[in-house]
Nanobody
Framework: QVELVESGGGLAQAGGSLRLSCEAS????????MGWYRQAPGNQRELVAS???????NYDDSAKGRFTISRDNAKITVYLQMNSLKPEDTAVYYC?????????????????WGQGTQVTVSS
């Protein structure tokens, strides 16, 4: 089982910055994609940014030019640097990691979610 622990988030003023971190832990697994999603009240969860094992990065249009996703393979951690924050960025942000789990009797894929961290941007 792969577990995710998120940190960061909080309150920022419009135009400010926040950094989110998400560390994955478990035994004998490989990661294919790490990403960040967000969900605002009344809205569906949406992808903000993702990064593959090969380093391919994808951003939602709303994040392009303002947010940067990165990862530290040694720490098995993915980051989301959020700059030029806007009130519409207010949401609960969730880390998502997908990959292959070799720890059990059978090899299986996994799709793990973090607990969510609140980001609130005031105008």
């Amino acid at each position: 089982q792969v577990e995710l622990v998120e940190s960061g988030g909080g309150l920022a003023q419009a135009g400010g910055s926040l950094r989110l971190s998400c560390e994955a832990s478990g035994s004998r697994f490989t990661i294919s994609v790490m990403g960040w999603y967000r969900q605002a009240p009344g809205n569906q969860r949406e992808l903000v940014a993702s990064i593959t094992r090969g380093g391919s990065i994808n951003y939602d249009d709303s994040a392009k030019g303002r947010f940067t996703i990165s990862r530290d393979n040694a720490k098995i951690t993915v980051y989301l640097q959020m700059n030029s924050l806007k009130p519409e960025d207010t949401a609960v942000y969730y880390c998502n990691v997908r990959g292959t789990d070799y720890s059990g009797a059978y090899v299986k894929t996994f799709n793990s979610w973090g607990q969510g961290t609140q980001v609130t941007v005031s105008s």
